[in-house]
C-alpha cells in the first residue's frame, strides 16, 4: 500500500498495513483473552495458516493446535498474570523454533489486552 494510498484509507485499514508491514509477529486479543487480530509473521510463528484463529481462545487454540497447546497455555497464564498485575508484564517463552519475548499488556479502559512479538 503506497503512502498516498495510506492516507485516503479508513483507520481499520491503515492499522492492517501497518501491522502487516512489521516484521514481528503481533497479535491482539480482546478482555476475554480472545484472539481478534494477528499479522502475516504471527500465522506463521504460531503456524496458523490453516487453522481458523479468529475469535478463539488459546485454550481453544491448543485444543485445534496439539503441537503448539504448552504455548497457548503459557500465553493463557501470562496474559492472566499481566491482568492481574494490572501493568505491563514481559515474559519469555521457548518454542521449537526458538525463543519468543511477549510483552504483555493491561489496558483498562479497552478490550484489547495482548501483544507479543518474537525476541531479537
Known amino acids: 500500500m503506497a503512502i498516498d494510498d495510506i492516507e485516503d484509507s479508513p483507520p481499520g485499514e491503515r492499522l492492517s498495513a501497518l501491522l502487516e508491514a512489521l516484521p514481528d509477529a503481533f497479535f491482539f486479543k480482546d478482555g476475554a483473552g480472545r484472539w481478534q487480530i494477528i499479522n ?3 500465522k506463521r510463528l504460531f503456524h496458523l495458516e490453516e487453522i481458523p484463529w479468529e475469535g478463539k481462545t488459546d485454550m481453544e487454540l ?3 493446535h496439539p503441537n503448539f497447546r504448552a504455548i497457548h497455555l503459557a500465553c493463557v497464564a501470562d496474559d492472566e ?3 492481574q498485575a494490572r501493568q505491563l508484564v514481559v515474559v519469555e517463552e521457548k518454542m521449537g523454533r526458538g525463543d519468543v519475548q ?3 499488556i493491561f489496558q483498562p479502559y ?3 489486552r495482548s501483544v507479543s512479538q518474537p525476541s531479537g
Do not use: I, N
Open 40 to 42: 502475516e509473521p504471527a
Open 62 to 64: 491448543a485444543e485445534l
Open 102 to 104: 511477549y510483552t504483555t
Open 110 to 112: 479497552t478490550s484489547l
Open 81 to 83: 498474570k499481566a491482568w
